[in-house]
């Protein structure tokens, strides 16, 4: 990373998990530069300000332009840390899922990180920084009802898989799988989770910090927790196994 103050970017910030990346990373007084849908003045303005919040809609094709245009307005010349984090999902037969919410989970999970980082590498390369894309364990396992969000995570793990080959010796790429995580995610998709159940997952602040120290360990990937770690391994190895089971 340079040796200035690091700029770090976090799409998917205001709220659950970039939320909770947000608020650690300007304690380590990075200077930070924030993405999400939603209108500033309803943001808490000591984080979210006009020079480091960007307001763009993922799903857009348009969005790389407008980040592009916020960096260059903002005079931000290099980029330590990349963390691609939004993520919008769907649950319930793909029979079911409406043309518009598949457009959007491919735009949002997989075009978007692709295009962003195809934007800003430039940025990236002149830090020498990290590209961290945030995945899910269950990019390793099938998952009926989220099948279109499930091959959104697997899709992006193959393009940073590559990627890291690509740039090696110039840009470190990480992928991160956390598993489920108490956050808003789960009722916007319609997902049928108790609250009960929702509450024995962990918070948005403790995965964000176990994300930060992956990330501070610049290994390769890393699965958060032990029993996701344990679901991955025999998603990737047992599929025979987890196929049955699961159905």
């Not at 409406?98 to 990236?124: F, G, M």
């Not at 793990?157 to 790429?173: M, Y």
């Not at 032990?226 to 190895?237: D, I, K, M, P, W």
């Amino acid at each position: 990373m340079s040796n200035t103050q690091p700029v770090v970017l976090i799409t998917g910030a205001t709220d659950g998990i970039g939320l909770a990346l947000a608020r650690q990373y300007q304690q380590r007084n990075a200077r930070l530069v924030l993405l999400g849908r939603r209108d500033r003045a309803t943001l808490d303005s000591a984080l979210f300000t006009a020079d480091s919040y960007c307001q763009v809609d993922l799903a857009r094709p348009n969005c790389a332009a407008t980040v592009a245009a916020f960096f260059q307005q903002r005079a931000v010349e290099h980029l330590d840390l990349l963390i691609h984090n939004a993520g919008v999902g769907f649950y319930g037969a793909v029979t079911d899922q409406p043309v518009a919410s598949i457009r959007e989970l491919v735009a949002v999970n997989l075009q978007t990180p692709i295009a962003l980082t195809h934007t800003l590498l430039p940025h990236l390369e002149r830090a020498r920084g990290q590209l961290v894309f945030i995945s899910s364990v269950v990019s390793a396992l099938p998952v009926p009802q989220y099948a279109v969000y499930g091959a959104t995570k697997a899709a992006l793990d193959g393009f940073a898989r590559s990627l890291r080959i690509e740039l090696h010796g110039k840009i470190l790429v990480q992928v991160i799988h956390p598993g489920a995580t108490r956050t808003k995610m789960h009722a916007r998709s319609g997902a049928p989770i108790s609250e009960r159940r929702w509450r024995r997952f962990p918070a948005s602040k403790t995965v964000a910090a176990q994300i930060i120290a992956a990330i501070d360990q610049r290994r390769p990937t890393a699965t958060i927790g032990r029993g996701n770690q344990v679901l991955r391994f025999a998603g990737r190895y047992l599929d025979w196994l987890i196929d049955r089971v699961i159905r």
